[in-house]
């Protein structure tokens, strides 16, 4: 949800991430848009008939979490095209510090 906020700021502002493609940008608002209608329809499901939704619901639960591996992969494919790359170097003490 929060990519979304983040999304509509940045068009409303004129601001677009430097190299990041508009599809993808694109493609992460339609992700965000479909969890939460999909939240949506099955708290209504569940409201409407709740002996339907409890046949569903195993369904329900993989394609939200299908949705959400897929935010992963978008928010990697972003950082991709940004440039964002993470380092860890080892601290003087012997452990990892970022």
């Known amino acids: 949800m929060l990519g979304l906020i983040i999304y509509v700021v940045a068009q409303v502002l004129g601001i677009r991430p430097h190299h990041v493609p508009l599809g ?8 965000c848009v479909m969890l939460l209608l999909t939240g949506i329809l099955t708290v209504l499901l569940n409201a409407w008939d709740e002996n339907y939704y409890s046949t569903v619901e195993d369904a329900v639960e993989w394609v939200l979490t299908l949705m959400l591996q897929g935010n992963f992969l978008l928010v990697w494919l972003m950082w991709c095209h940004a440039g964002v790359e993470l380092v860890v170097n080892e601290s003087p003490q012997g452990g990892y510090h970022q």
């Open 24 to 31: 993808l940008l694109g493609s992460m608002l339609a992700l």
